[in-house]
């Protein structure tokens, strides 16, 4: 009997741990299938926006009735304006401050559109067919001095703007002369930067023409890197609400990044561990390097001339909250600015100026301590042919986006170009259609954090919490899903990439400002599929 019990009890013993070990396979496998079920769907959810995506950038080029049908508008100018445009020169200037971020607009021009393998797919030869018409010429290097005779002057001294000032008035009246070929047809010019020193010159021509134009029911669309000029009003957006306030006449396109693809061709086409051990590895969290002020006299003059948004990020940076970070901040110095105003000094709390700190063993130059102020000579020493810069793009995680001049600026674009999460100080999500291209295709909020001034100036002890809460606590998955689209979005934002959608989409966003603007004339059906918002 007892031998009998033994067993008996024995058979029960492993009859309970192969019970036990069986639950603990099921749970194990009940996890596991619940981790590739939510990796099925994130991957799931990826791929819809993906083709959500890509079905809303081909829905108007795949069918060639409704798709963009462009024809470049220069035969029918004058000879001397083609003539004008032909001896533009971007090599000219290269001096001036972002010289290069300026040439977005030589991608639109008619030699570089018809090297294109999407030419056809696009283009059309004959003015009655097409429903966009495109000026073909660099206005921006027309209003920087780098056509014709030029205008070449230091800042704050008047220029010669007669040569421009008649190229573009016979540019005006041919658009009006061909106003009724051009009726019900959109015109796209691609103006990229407008110069505020021509803006008293020309602000008055564009908007009446454009208004005469209008009353003909010619739609004019302007590119440009943001809706506004310096904050202010473009001259060619009417003051009519025929085309809604949100679906105005500017073109929001990207700046065009002042180095070649090489450049940054090791950041591309990284599957998604490789970018996020490489976002792993970057020394450094927050990168800001931008200007204190586009005024050589603001020095001279004080605090007021400065862009005090991002004097005050200096002041965040050394903040307790962030700087056991390891933030890269610097702002640079006008050449002509040598010693800080008073009231400058006295805002920023004496700041600390950049210098070359010494390798204790070796004696070698190293990286400056950050934050601090770089005056030009110091730029020269610490950051020539960039190189600092360019440590700082790809070194930091997250890019800080704080406004200037404009709210956005060339250094965004240099930083998608190194796979960098961009934080914007000042664009809310409900106006990104106002200074990001293409933002009803493209879902920024999904690769960018955007926080409101007064949150981010906080004072006392909650000053810079929220970019440290952004730094520290955002979950891993959501870094992954972020740099994810990032990386696929990339290319659909900067021009010189391979595979780049940039100039399809320009056009692609005139059609359909086209589109509504033939849809509230009543000219056409279907328009409900043609909504812009």
Same mark, same amino acid.
């Given at each position: 009997?007892?031998?009998?019990?033994?067993?008996?009890?024995?058979?029960?013993?492993?009859?309970?741990?192969?019970?036990?070990?069986?639950?603990?396979?099921?749970?194990?496998?009940?996890?596991?299938?619940?981790?590739?079920?939510?990796?099925?769907?994130?991957?799931?959810?990826?791929?819809?926006?993906?083709?959500?995506?890509?079905?809303?950038?081909?829905?108007?080029?795949?069918?060639?009735?409704?798709?963009?049908?462009?024809?470049?508008?220069?035969?029918?100018?004058?000879?001397?304006?083609?003539?004008?445009?032909?001896?533009?020169?971007?090599?000219?200037?290269?001096?001036?401050?972002?010289?290069?971020?300026?040439?977005?607009?030589?991608?639109?021009?008619?030699?570089?559109?018809?090297?294109?393998?999407?030419?056809?797919?696009?283009?059309?030869?004959?003015?009655?067919?097409?429903?966009?018409?495109?000026?073909?010429?660099?206005?921006?290097? $027309?209003?920087?001095?780098?056509?014709?005779?030029?205008?070449?002057?230091?800042?704050?001294?008047?220029?010669?703007?007669?040569?421009?000032?008649?190229?573009?008035?016979?540019?005006?009246?041919?658009?009006?002369?061909?106003?009724?070929?051009?009726?019900?047809?959109?015109?796209?010019?691609?103006?990229?930067?407008?110069?505020?020193?021509?803006?008293?010159?020309?602000?008055?021509?564009?908007?009446?023409?454009?208004?005469?134009?209008?009353?003909?029911?010619?739609?004019?669309?302007?590119?440009?890197?943001?809706?506004?000029?310096?904050?202010?009003?473009?001259?060619?957006?009417?003051?009519?609400?025929?085309?809604?306030?949100?679906?105005?006449?500017?073109?929001?396109?990207?700046?065009?990044?002042?180095?070649?693809?090489?450049?940054?061709? $090791?950041?591309?086409?990284?599957?998604?561990? $490789?970018?996020?051990?490489?976002?792993?590895?970057?020394?450094?969290?927050?990168?800001?390097?931008?200007?204190?002020?586009?005024?050589?006299?603001?020095?001279?003059?004080?605090?007021?001339?400065?862009?005090?948004?991002?004097?005050?990020?200096?002041?965040?940076?050394?903040?307790?909250?962030?700087?056991?970070?390891?933030?890269?901040?610097?702002?640079?110095?006008?050449?002509?600015?040598?010693?800080?105003?008073?009231?400058?000094?006295?805002?920023?709390?004496?700041?600390?100026?950049?210098?070359?700190?010494?390798?204790?063993?070796?004696? $070698?130059?190293?990286?400056?301590?950050?934050?601090?102020?770089?005056?030009?000579?110091?730029?020269?020493?610490?950051?020539?042919?960039?190189?600092?810069?360019?440590?700082?793009?790809?070194?930091?995680?997250?890019?800080?986006?704080?406004?200037?001049?404009?709210?956005?600026?060339?250094?965004?674009?240099?930083?998608?170009?190194?796979?960098?999460?961009?934080?914007?100080?000042?664009?809310?999500?409900?106006?990104?259609?106002?200074?990001?291209?293409?933002?009803?295709?493209?879902?920024?909020?999904?690769?960018?954090?955007?926080?409101?001034?007064?949150?981010?100036?906080?004072?006392?002890?909650?000053?810079?919490?929220?970019?440290?809460?952004?730094?520290?606590?955002?979950?891993?998955?959501?870094?992954?899903?972020?740099?994810?689209?990032?990386?696929?979005?990339?290319?659909?934002?900067?021009?010189?990439?391979?595979?780049?959608?940039?100039?399809?989409?320009?056009?692609?966003?005139?059609?359909?400002?086209?589109?509504?603007?033939?849809?509230?004339?009543?000219?056409?059906?279907?328009?409900?599929?043609?909504?812009?918002?």
């Amino acid at each position: 009997m007892m031998a009998t019990r033994i067993i008996l009890n024995r058979r029960i013993c492993l009859l309970s741990f192969l019970l036990l070990f069986f639950l603990y396979l099921f749970f194990i496998m009940k996890i596991q299938q619940v981790w590739r079920n939510y990796v099925k769907e994130m991957e799931r959810k990826n791929k819809i926006d993906k083709k959500i995506y890509q079905e809303t950038l081909l829905e108007v080029s795949k069918d060639p009735k409704r798709g963009p049908k462009v024809y470049i508008f220069d035969n029918e100018l004058e000879s001397k304006v083609v003539k004008y445009f032909s001896s533009c020169n971007e090599s000219r200037r290269v001096h001036i401050k972002n010289a290069k971020s300026e040439l977005g607009a030589k991608y639109f021009t008619r030699s570089s559109l018809e090297s294109q393998e999407w030419y056809d797919e696009y283009f059309v030869d004959n003015l009655a067919t097409a429903n966009v018409v495109l000026v073909p010429f660099q206005f921006t290097l $027309a209003l920087t001095g780098r056509c014709g005779i030029g205008t070449e002057a230091k800042y704050g001294m008047p220029k010669d703007n007669s040569e421009l000032l008649e190229i573009f008035t016979s540019l005006m009246n041919t658009l009006l002369e061909k106003k009724d070929s051009l009726r019900r047809k959109a015109i796209f010019i691609v103006m990229f930067k407008w110069s505020w020193r021509w803006y008293e010159y020309e602000s008055g021509l564009i908007n009446e023409t454009l208004t005469k134009l209008r009353q003909s029911e010619v739609f004019v669309f302007i590119g440009h890197f943001e809706v506004k000029i310096q904050k202010n009003r473009a001259p060619w957006e009417l003051k009519d609400d025929f085309l809604e306030k949100d679906l105005d006449q500017t073109v929001v396109l990207p700046y065009t990044i002042p180095f070649d693809s090489n450049t940054y061709g $090791a950041y591309n086409d990284l599957d998604i561990d $490789a970018l996020y051990d490489d976002f792993q590895r970057r020394s450094h969290s927050v990168f800001y390097m931008g200007s204190a002020s586009s005024r050589p006299d603001a020095c001279q003059k004080g605090i007021k001339f400065f862009y005090k948004n991002r004097l005050r990020s200096m002041i965040l940076m050394s903040h307790a909250n962030l700087k056991d970070l390891n933030p890269f901040g610097i702002v640079l110095l006008h050449e002509e600015c040598e010693k800080l105003s008073s009231d400058v000094q006295k805002f920023t709390n004496f700041p600390e100026f950049c210098s070359p700190q010494k390798e204790k063993k070796s004696g $070698a130059s190293k990286l400056p301590l950050f934050p601090c102020f770089m005056t030009y000579n110091m730029s020269k020493q610490l950051n020539k042919k960039n190189s600092l810069y360019f440590h700082g793009l790809e070194n930091s995680k997250f890019n800080l986006m704080i406004e200037g001049g404009t709210m956005t600026s060339a250094k965004y674009y240099d930083s998608i170009a190194f796979n960098m999460i961009n934080i914007f100080v000042g664009i809310e999500e409900e106006r990104i259609n106002q200074y990001l291209p293409y933002s009803d295709v493209i879902p920024y909020k999904k690769f960018s954090f955007f926080i409101k001034p007064g949150d981010y100036f906080k004072s006392g002890r909650e000053r810079g919490r929220n970019i440290r809460d952004i730094v520290i606590n955002t979950p891993e998955q959501q870094i992954k899903d972020m740099l994810s689209n990032l990386s696929f979005y990339k290319s659909h934002i900067l021009y010189n990439m391979k595979g780049s959608r940039a100039v399809q989409n320009t056009f692609d966003q005139v059609f359909k400002k086209w589109k509504h603007a033939m849809c509230r004339l009543k000219a056409m059906n279907e328009c409900d599929r043609f909504e812009i918002g």
